[in-house]
């Protein structure tokens, strides 16, 4: 049985370096939780042999942070995630370390340098994009009628399960924009802009819900994170 590190066989150096890695989540991960995709990249770090930093206290934990939990069902194109190493290493070779022992569903794009002392990506967060294939016989302009009443909408009264207890809460702020094209060889194609920072954030899934389409065939991926020094 694996146990978690100790403070004994971690490394108590403190960090040399933060790394910024845009990664993509595909099909054979999406289901599952973000806690799971969290341990499937220590694993992954451990694989690689990276000098990965440690947290202190009683029960160490590698240095990283994902910068967004994806719901479970959706894929990721361009997800982020900050790591602390305790030497400093080039991010090409970095990169080149991780692709062989990356776990199937997962895609490294790209490794750059941000500085240590730089927020955290989780505060900096304040949007995300959608984009749901939504396989429905249905007239596109009854989808249409239907996007438009909920951008009209004062409020979109919805609950959702938060640390194990039901909550009602308001979708309508949380959701920026949404749009919805003809999708290639039949259905539509529904594009969202939510709110997604730690004020609160729109699922997309709730808002296929709204436009009644949740029990439609359809895939989701989130297309863009967006960070306040997007502006």
């Known amino acids: 049985m694996n146990h978690p590190p100790s403070s004994q066989d971690t490394d108590a150096r403190p960090p040399q370096q ?93 490794v750059e340098t941000v500085d240590l002392r730089a927020p955290s990506l989780q505060s900096r967060m304040r949007a995300a994009d959608y984009r749901a294939a939504v396989h429905s016989q249905e007239p596109i302009e009854a989808i249409r009628t239907r996007v438009q009443a909920l951008l009209e909408a004062a409020i979109l009264p919805r609950q959702r399960q938060h640390k194990g207890k039901l909550q009602n809460y308001d979708l309508r702020p949380l959701v920026q924009s949404v749009d919805v094209e003809a999708g290639h060889g039949g259905g539509c194609t529904i594009t969202m ?28 991926e989130r297309t863009k994170l967006h960070l306040d020094f997007d502006k």
């Open 193 to 220: 802009h939510l709110q997604a920072s730690p004020q609160g954030a729109g699922r997309p899934d709730q808002v296929l819900e709204v436009l009644g389409l949740s029990m439609v065939p359809h895939t989701i």
């Open 18 to 110: 933060r790394l910024r890695i845009t990664f993509a989540k595909g099909e054979t991960l999406k289901y599952i939780s973000h806690l799971d995709l969290a341990r499937t990249w220590e694993r992954v770090f451990r694989r690689a042999g990276l000098p990965v930093a440690y947290s202190r206290g009683f029960n160490p934990r590698p240095r990283f942070q994902i910068a967004a939990a994806l719901p479970v069902g959706v894929t990721g194109r361009v997800e982020l995630m900050d790591v602390w190493l305790t030497e400093s290493l080039l991010p090409d070779d970095v990169r080149a370390g991780l692709q062989p022992v990356l776990s199937a569903g997962l895609e490294v794009l790209e």
